[in-house]
């Protein structure tokens, strides 16, 4: 069992940046694939990034590709969303996921309570 515990999130004007951190506990992190969602208010949850155990390979949401890094640290436990030329449509609560089997790009096993990103225009 991993602990997902999100940080990082807030309002940001459009165009700004903002960092989101996941900090996981428990098993070996580098066990999991890791993975960052989100939902808005009466949307679906949608797939943001995800990257590999060792950071070999990612994925993007098509939404964010270009404008969103995902990157890992497995000595501090911890993945991580660069967001840069964030948008009002950005708008969400954003969930870090992990997974130990499958990379999440729809659906992983654990997941974090969420970290909210307002972003205005």
């Known amino acids: 069992q991993v602990q997902l515990v999100e940080s990082g999130g807030g309002l940001v004007q459009a165009g700004g940046s903002l960092r989101l951190s996941c900090a996981a506990s428990?098993?070996?992190?580098?066990?999991?694939?890791m993975g960052w969602f989100r939902q808005a208010p009466g949307k679906e949850r949608e797939f943001v990034a995800a990257i590999s155990r060792f950071g070999g390979a990612t994925y993007y949401g098509d939404s964010v590709k270009g404008r969103f890094t995902i990157s890992r640290e497995n000595a501090k436990n911890t993945v991580y969303l660069q967001m840069n030329s964030l948008k009002p449509e950005d708008t969400a609560l954003y969930y870090c996921?992990?997974?130990?089997?499958?990379?999440?790009?729809?659906?992983?096993?654990?997941w974090g309570q969420g970290t909210q990103v307002t972003v205005s225009s």
């Open positions: 996921a992990a997974d130990p089997q499958r990379t999440p790009l729809a659906d992983a096993r654990y």
């Open positions: 428990g098993r070996t992190f580098s066990s999991y694939a």
